[in-house]
């Protein structure tokens, strides 16, 4: 899996999302938007917004030297501001100590953390493919350090620049195309009607009306009370499978998620095994929300067998409703290949194909 970061990995360290960062540009220009701006915003073309601003004043270097100034951090001292960063480059880690993690963000916070982190920085990308691919991926071009107006032009904010990298040179979607083919992608930290989040949906509905293969696409969405099955089918008509929780300001229970999960993923055996011994001793929970049969599911798939051992070592023995979860048919060979476990066809298929 490879996970999708965008503005709300952020929103801890004190950075806007698109919505904030085009409002804070007109801010910090003394601009006010004009009728066809404004309209462009309460529709949530932020891209569109820029654009136009940009035409208008005929300043698009100081358009981006003020993105620049809104997207650097004033203070990451506190621990809580790049903890999220820290967890998604734990889970980003493979066996292979390669890291496979793309952000449309520009801030260097990812680097903050992990100075001696490969990355690629758009517009010059690497082949998504496991063998190729070791490093962050600036999907939409990475802040300077300083007042470098190549890199600042190279950002991917206007509609003109996705213009550009979607459907012209169409470098940006390329990269996505490939990244979809070659793994299963989970976003993080974008909204369901995100502008950034479209021009790649866009990329892969494309994909998939020419009948390309695509793994499948996981996000992180969240939802207002009442609101949870209007939000899934949402994110389902888009082609997403969601991973919903309830809005409680700040995204918190998203952070903490993938803080725990950073946890569990670093500790490798033993992370699940202590999963078995604290779940598996109690019967299967009803509510399917909790998320409690998952990952006992998860932690018993590990390859080596410790976790099952685990399982049929536990002292009293698991009540017997598990027989009742495992029995329950769950896969396919397409899940097969998602988990790399080879699938071979019965002979008269093998023999048809």
């Given at each position: 899996?490879?996970?999708?970061?965008?503005?709300?990995?952020?929103?801890?360290?004190?950075?806007?999302?698109?919505?904030?960062?085009?409002?804070?540009?007109?801010?910090?220009?003394?601009?006010?938007?004009?009728?066809?701006?404004?309209?462009?915003?309460?529709?949530?073309?932020?891209?569109?917004?820029?654009s136009?601003?940009?035409?208008?004043?005929?300043?698009?270097?100081v358009?981006?030297?003020?993105?620049?100034?809104?997207?650097?951090?004033?203070?990451?001292?506190?621990?809580?501001s790049?903890?999220?960063?820290?967890?998604?480059l734990?889970?980003?880690?493979?066996?292979?100590?390669?890291?496979?993690?793309?952000?449309?963000?520009?801030?260097?916070?990812?680097?903050?953390?992990a100075?001696s982190?490969?990355?690629?920085?758009?517009?010059?990308?690497?082949?998504?493919?496991?063998?190729?691919?070791?490093?962050?991926?600036?999907?939409?071009?990475?802040?300077?350090?300083?007042n470098?107006?190549?890199?600042?032009?190279?950002?991917?904010?206007?509609?003109?620049?996705?213009?550009?990298?979607?459907?012209?040179?169409?470098?940006?979607?390329?990269?996505?195309?490939?990244?979809?083919?070659?793994?299963?992608?989970?976003?993080?930290?974008?909204?369901?009607?995100?502008?950034?989040?479209?021009y790649?949906?866009?990329?892969?509905?494309?994909?998939?009306?020419?009948?390309?293969?695509?793994?499948?696409?996981f996000?992180f969405?969240?939802?207002?009370?009442?609101?949870?099955?209007?939000?899934?089918?949402?994110?389902?008509s888009?082609?997403?499978?969601?991973?919903l929780?309830?809005?409680?300001?700040s995204?918190?229970?998203?952070?903490?998620?993938?803080?725990?999960?950073?946890?569990?993923?670093?500790?490798?055996?033993?992370?699940?095994?202590?999963?078995?011994?604290?779940?598996?001793?109690?019967?299967?929970?009803?509510?399917?929300?909790?998320?409690?049969?998952?990952?006992?599911?998860?932690?018993?798939?590990?390859?080596?067998?410790?976790?099952?051992?685990?399982?049929?070592e536990?002292?009293?023995?698991?009540?017997?409703?598990?027989?009742?979860?495992?029995?329950?048919?769950?896969?396919?060979?397409?899940?097969?290949?998602?988990?790399?476990?080879?699938?071979?066809?019965?002979?008269?298929?093998?023999?048809t194909?």
């Open positions: 899996m490879v996970f999708f970061c965008g503005a709300g990995v952020s929103y801890p360290a004190g950075l806007p999302g698109f919505d904030g960062l085009t409002s804070g540009i007109f801010e910090a220009l003394g601009e006010n938007p004009n009728p066809t701006e404004k309209e462009a915003i309460n529709e949530k073309r932020f891209d569109l917004a820029i136009l601003l940009e035409g208008r004043i005929k300043k698009r270097p358009v981006r030297e003020k993105i620049r100034e809104i997207l650097t951090p004033k203070n990451l001292d506190n621990p809580a790049t903890a999220t960063h820290q967890a998604l734990i889970l980003a880690k493979n066996q292979d100590d390669s890291v496979r993690l793309v952000t449309t963000n520009f801030d260097r916070i990812f680097l903050k953390v100075p982190l490969s990355f690629y920085a758009a517009p010059l990308l690497p082949l998504p493919k496991k063998s190729r691919w070791n490093g962050l991926v600036y999907l939409h071009g990475l802040l300077p350090e300083n470098d107006a190549t890199a600042l032009n190279s950002l991917v904010v206007s509609s003109g620049d996705f213009g550009l990298a979607y459907l012209t040179e169409r470098w940006a979607s390329r990269f996505v195309s490939e990244l979809f083919r070659n793994y299963v992608v989970c976003f993080i930290g974008y909204s369901i009607g995100d502008p950034v989040l479209r790649m949906l866009d990329a892969l509905a494309a994909d998939r009306i020419l009948g390309e293969e695509a793994g499948e696409v996000a969405g969240d939802f207002n009370d009442g609101d949870e099955d209007r939000a899934q089918r949402d994110w389902q888009k082609g997403v499978v969601p991973i929780y309830p809005n409680r300001g995204h918190f229970l998203m952070h903490e998620t993938l803080k725990e999960w950073a946890g569990k993923y670093r500790d490798g055996i033993t992370g699940k095994r202590a999963i078995i011994v604290h779940e598996a001793s109690s019967p299967p929970s009803p509510i399917k929300s909790d998320g409690q049969i998952e990952r006992v599911l998860w932690a018993l798939m590990e390859p080596t067998g410790q976790s099952a051992k685990s399982f049929a536990l002292d009293p023995v698991p009540p017997v409703e598990w027989l009742n979860v495992f029995a329950e048919p769950r896969f396919t060979q397409s899940d097969l290949r998602k988990l790399g476990i080879p699938v071979v066809l019965p002979i008269c298929q093998a023999a194909n």
